[in-house]
């Protein structure tokens, strides 16, 4: 089944977008199109520059994705204004508002370096499948999931790399998790587009991690398997060890692989409490 692969860009750290999508394009073995949702800041020549490394790729201007999504977030005011205001849940909006139902959907990040050939797995309904995080990187509180809140949501769900092939989009459930819980979020904003993803995921789908001894986060310590090792994904806190990491080599000649999915596990309260603990210590030590 083909996949249609969406990808926010900018015109910030292109080279290095370039390098690690042009990783995907190269060992990516899966029946695919590629989407560049721009950000405002990519001009004609960088244009021309990532066609010439992507190869199969279209773009969607802001222009042309304001058009389709204003009307739409209308009366949904509280998406409307975090659309507007915080580009990762932008990410989550334009990619879902253009994806095609026909076909599987893949959102990307372009901070993720690939090493050896692989497929993406054959979902069933309601299958997600997202990187697994060291953390549980979150906007909302412990107090916010059981036994002392409502909210349900699965642990450690990243959103470097989002595989499904139902329609995620959300707007009335989001639209009232952002009424009820404005006032706790501002504090974390910046993982409210993970947050939401695995929310969404957690309520409504069946949600799997990756399995990590393929793809994984950089850490302070990379764990390079040159058999195993399908793709390492740069978040911004190591994005340094990218100098390191891209000199890795998987052995060659070895066989294409297909991502594992992997099930995940609840978060509860004091689940949430002694990660964030752990969290706040990693980075005391690191």
């Not at 497929?119 to 995080?133: G, H, N, R, T, Y």
């Not at 190591?238 to 990491?245: E, G, L, P, V």
């Not at 099930?263 to 964030?276: C, H, M």
Request: proline share 2%; with cysteine; glycine share 2%.
């Amino acid at each position: 089944m083909k996949t249609s692969v969406h990808i926010l860009l900018g015109s910030k750290n292109l080279d290095f977008s370039i390098e690690c999508l042009s990783s995907f394009v190269k060992y990516c073995k899966s029946n695919y199109e590629i989407l560049i949702h721009e950000d405002g800041t990519i001009n004609e020549e960088n244009r021309i520059t990532i066609r010439k490394s992507l190869l199969r790729v279209n773009f969607i201007s802001p222009n042309v994705a304001e058009m389709k999504i204003i009307p739409k977030l209308q009366k949904y005011r509280k998406c409307y204004d975090l659309w507007q205001n915080n580009i990762h849940f932008k990410k989550y909006i334009n990619s879902l508002f253009f994806r095609d139902d026909s076909v599987q959907t893949l959102i990307l990040d372009s901070d993720i370096l690939f090493y050896r050939f692989f497929e993406l797995p054959a979902l069933k309904s309601k299958q997600v499948l997202f990187i697994k995080d060291k953390f549980s990187s979150y906007s909302i509180k412990a107090l916010h999931l059981k036994p002392f809140g409502s909210i349900k949501i699965k642990s450690k769900l990243n959103v470097g790399m989002v595989f499904f092939k139902n329609n995620m989009l959300k707007l009335d459930y989001i639209e009232e998790f952002l009424r009820d819980y404005d006032s706790d979020l501002k504090r974390r904003i910046y993982f409210i587009e993970q947050t939401i993803w695995a929310l969404i995921a957690s309520n409504f789908y069946h949600p799997h991690y990756i399995s990590s001894s393929q793809i994984f986060n950089a850490s302070k310590q990379i764990n390079f398997n040159p058999k195993k090792t399908v793709a390492i994904h740069f978040v911004g806190t190591y994005r340094d060890q990218y100098k390191i990491a891209k000199k890795f080599k998987a052995i060659k000649n070895i066989d294409t692989v297909v991502l594992k999915l992997v099930k995940t596990k609840r978060l509860n309260y004091f689940l949430f409490v002694i990660d964030r603990l752990y969290f706040k210590f990693s980075k005391k030590i690191s």
